[in-house]
């Protein structure tokens, strides 16, 4: 599986690296430097019944139980002399429009060297079952919005755009989200691209996986990865900042 950087260009084959315990030969992350901070910022894919109770970073309640906590646990326990912080703010139900709302907050004020953004399933689900008056242009312009105001306010902060995944088949998810849904995932990787982020191509990381395996083991409702798909995109995102060399 391949992970597409700044203009297009493949950095990392996620799909067959295996992130095993520590045993000294893990990459170095050279991009995260000592109190980096990170951030992973979504829907419910990414909140994964997090302890909203629970601000500060680095403390597993607050960090859900998918892949942000997943990518922070290996992190944290790989690096522990670089004394990252790493935060959740992920809410479920979230779309562009909502997210932006408390972007300052949950955000901004934590001045993130590093903001991952996974967000648009919503924004078409809530138009097709829940009578969300959205569009692919509202998610596109929103979404080009919100990454000029953080790059204009954090202009040093790293970020990486995950690409919205549904999984045909499963739960949810039938052929009647397509065409359409593909436009958002278009839209989404259009953003990267225009602002230099990094791109997490979910949708085709779920697809390979379900060539081993059925998709249900991986996205049981097709919106939700199990805690095997939630380890494949913690995968996925640790081997692009790993292949970060600045």
């Not at 139980?65 to 959740?88: E, K, V």
């Amino acid at each position: 599986m391949f992970l597409l950087g700044e203009g297009g260009n493949v950095i990392a084959n996620s799909a067959k690296h295996f992130w095993g315990p520590y045993d000294g030969a893990v990459p170095s992350f050279p991009a995260l430097r000592r109190d980096t901070v990170i951030l992973f910022q979504g829907d419910s894919i990414t909140e994964a019944c997090r302890d909203k109770s629970v601000p500060g970073p680095n403390d597993g309640f607050g960090l859900g139980g998918g892949y942000a906590f997943l990518a922070a646990s290996i992190l944290l326990s790989h690096l522990p002399g670089r004394r990252l912080r790493i935060y959740n703010r992920g809410v479920s139900g979230d779309k562009v429009t909502t997210m932006a709302g408390r972007w300052e907050k949950d955000t901004i004020a934590l001045k993130p060297d590093f903001i991952t953004i996974l967000v648009g399933v919503n924004d078409y689900w809530h138009i097709a079952k829940h009578g969300y008056e959205g569009s692919p242009e509202l998610y596109g312009r929103g979404y080009r919005d919100l990454v000029a105001r953080t790059q204009a306010i954090l202009p040093k902060a790293r970020l990486i755009i995950g690409e919205p995944f549904a999984i045909r088949g499963c739960g949810y998810v039938d052929e009647g989200w397509f065409p359409e849904f593909s436009i958002y995932q278009r839209i989404a990787r259009e953003v990267a691209a225009s602002a230099g982020a990094l791109f997490l191509p979910f949708q085709d990381l779920f697809e390979m996986a379900s060539r081993e395996q059925e998709a249900a083991y991986w996205c049981p409702d097709g919106v939700h990865p199990s805690a095997a798909g939630a380890y494949l995109m913690a995968s996925a995102w640790l081997d692009c900042v790993a292949a970060i060399d600045e």
